[in-house]
DNA sequence: TATATTAGTTAAGTTAATTATTAAATGGTG
DNA sequence: CACCATTTAATAATTAACTTAACTAATATA
């Protein structure tokens, strides 16, 4: 509703908007082709690709080769080199820095370790300033080419502040505005968005969700969220807080036991901290597994690496622990595919190092119970989701903000 | 994607839309406060109203006293005869139908009872066709006004072909193509949907939704389905089956005794037929209970409506039951309000019968359960909101559908 | 070399917007 | 009561951006 009435120049930027686009993806491509394949005018798309070759969106890339005969066509190329797009990973346990252009290709990369174990300190962030640039530099970038800064985080950040509201992890970052920051220091739009909602984009840009207009992506690491794509959009919920499932309930609670009620909670009965948490308590009880071999000397030191280890070595009680987790997950994603009538669901994060052993029965499981096919895959993009996804929706930024007006 | 290029038709046919949209919310209206409401040129609102006014979809309805001074505008509104819409909703145990004008006003309505008991037989049809032009007869309404037919039905329908897929209370209509008769009935188009889909349109529009971008209408009844806007407009998923929850799995079955897995689908837990059978039951197997007295002489025709009296009448046994059900329906609205962020829930059906001392305790259970508050409330119009729904949507469709290309 | 073929441009015409001007209708004021 | 301020609506001229039609450009092929 109230979608802004139409002028001349309305029709301008649109088409401006769909050459470039169709450019983008299907370029080269002649002037020709282009006005095909939007049913617009010959004289138009020349009018509207000299306005582009003029702002330097678009190039001239030399003739083709001909097929047949005919004067043969001018080939025109996004000018991918036009802007740049810095992405910026806080998920995981390190900070992801990359440096794209407009047609999303990675050029260079870096990544900034945290300088106090787990917890993420204010100088952290300066540090991930001082290397931006420095990427910038090794690749001869000069700022003010930096179309967009994307910021992917953990926790609910307001959109107009750029205020974090809850992410533990970062509660000295708290008092840090990225937003402004960001802004200031190289002049950019700056995006900040959920990291795993970047991650879905990422998947469903470039990755597992390719073609698909409906996904949901889940990420089983230290914690528990989710990303949906609903009609090819990432949705974000009332509140932001669309996909934050930690606090999902499993099995119905009994709510006359409240010190028992977490142990309802998905967060607890699926992440991988939680899990790690199991296996050395049950060590400590005496539990037999071969998980100890590959940490010697000391329990309180055993990771999920060594949980796979110990499942690939077909260590028992690790593929007991293995089996109730693909079962608790099924019911979970079971009930998400049919609210939501998914066809795929993409799975992310450290669980994905469990390999085929965890997958396939999941897989079978989920399909035994729901009536239509619900493919699930492991993501493709690993690690570098976020980064993708952050690029994906800078590129889309920069192309709704270019010709507005 | 490839959203079709602009040209000048393209400015006016979406021009032609906006002022009708507004002349039917906001109208009686001048043509003055319609180019500020818009952003349009005077004589841009002039010309396009003058193309509405020939087409008759708009009416001039005299000057309106002014209040400072200067020339009366003259006043335009939604010419709301100018098409007429049927809605048909075979939800429930009844067929309902009603005609209305483009403004969503219900002017007349019908019903037919099915012939056989609670199974739709070939012959109902007919009588639906029949009672319709008895109902256009009376309002002296001519067959060709109607510019849209929806029918709500319930299961999946194949949008293209407007046959069932899954329905097998209607299994005697499988073989009747609703879209194919209607439009050669009417000559009108013909919209078939999802009846609880329909509901949520309905509530969204009209009822408890409105000015909700995000809600989720769940549908207690018989059966248990679901339907979500989501920005705004009905999602149906990738194979229209988004909401069909009745095989949302309660609790972690135990995969080992397939014999009592249906035990676990939210059909099971929650819909009123499972739950006045296991009344039957355990009044079977000597439980006390009031609900007894509302029905003397036979358990099997123990109905929903007795329970909700033995519910206000306080008897224990039925107050225990409404508190599983609380218990278990609580679980259920927190992961889905979790997952899609959800503001309001809208809960209808013939559960909202138990009133109050069912929706304050699931409030407070839900509540305490998620992060964000999530509003619950019983649908506004009830019965009606099918009806509604299929207006709501009927007049969007003739809206696009008036002035494309 | 002539001809067919395809690509791109130029010129004229069309649609539908805008701005600027004018006309219409009314209330208030000297 | 005439006249002016005010608001609404209509008319005229201008502008933006598209389309069709005619033309030029560049190549392959006969």
């Keep these: ?20 686009e169709l450019v983008r993806k299907q ?14 005018s010959a004289p138009s798309v020349s009018s509207i690709t000299e306005h582009l070759l003029a702002m330097g969106i678009v190039e001239e890339v030399g003739t083709r080769d001909l097929v047949g005969s005919g004067r043969p066509p001018i080939m ?23 440096v794209g252009d407009l047609q999303g290709n990675i050029l260079i990369e870096g990544e900034v370790i945290f300088s106090f174990s787990s917890k993420i300190m204010k100088d952290d ?8 640039k420095q990427l910038l530099q090794q690749k001869n970038i000069s700022s003010e080419k930096v179309k967009v800064v994307c910021v992917g985080t953990p926790g609910i950040i307001n959109k107009e502040t750029g205020f974090f509201q809850a992410a533990p992890r970062y509660k000295e970052w708290n008092n840090i505005n990225i937003r402004q920051l960001m802004e200031q220091e190289f002049q950019s739009d700056v995006i900040v968005m959920n990291d795993i909602n970047l991650s879905v984009i990422g998947e469903s840009r470039y990755g597992a969700g390719k073609g698909f207009t409906n996904l949901l992506g889940i990420n089983i690491d230290v914690g ?13 919920g009332s509140r932001l807080a669309a996909g934050e499932v930690g606090y999902w309930v499993c099995d119905t609670p009994n709510h006359d ?14 992440s991988l901290h939680a899990l790690i948490g199991k296996v050395k308590q049950d060590l400590q009880n005496g ?19 060594h949980f796979c280890k110990a499942v690939e070595a077909g260590d028992p009680y690790c593929l007991k622990m293995t089996k109730e987790l693909v079962h608790s997950l099924s019911v979970v994603l079971v009930n998400m595919s ?28 989920v399909n035994r119970m729901v009536p239509l096919t619900t493919t699930l895959v492991y993501s493709e993009l690993g690690e570098r989701s976020g980064i993708y996804g952050g690029f994906a929706i800078s590129m889309e930024h920069v192309m709704d903000k270019l010709f507005e007006d």
């Design 224 to 236: 528990i969220g989710a990303g949906m794509i609903i009609e090819g959009k990432l949705y974000e």
């Design 287 to 305: 539990q037999e597994s071969k998980i100890v071999d590959y940490c010697p000397h000391n329990f309180e030191k055993i990771t999920f690496e």
């Design 125 to 132: 962030f300066f540090t991930v300033i001082e290397q931006i």
């Design 76 to 98: 025109l190329s996004f000018n991918q080199y036009f802007g740049y797009i810095v992405a910026i990973d806080l998920a995981g346990d390190k900070i992801r820095l990359a």
């Design 1 to 20: 509703m109230k979608g802004k009435a139409g002028n001349p120049k309305l029709i301008r930027s649109t088409n401006l908007s769909l050459i470039t």
């Design 27 to 40: 370029g080269p491509i002649s002037r020709a082709d282009v006005a095909k394949i939007l049913k617009l």
């Design 257 to 270: 036991e409240p010190e028992s009620f977490h142990k309802h909670y998905l967060d607890y009965r699926l």
């Design 338 to 365: 049919l609210l939501l009538d998914l066809e795929l669901i993409v799975i992310g994060g450290q669980i994905t190092k469990l390999g085929y052993s965890f997958i396939q029965p999941l897989r079978e499981l």
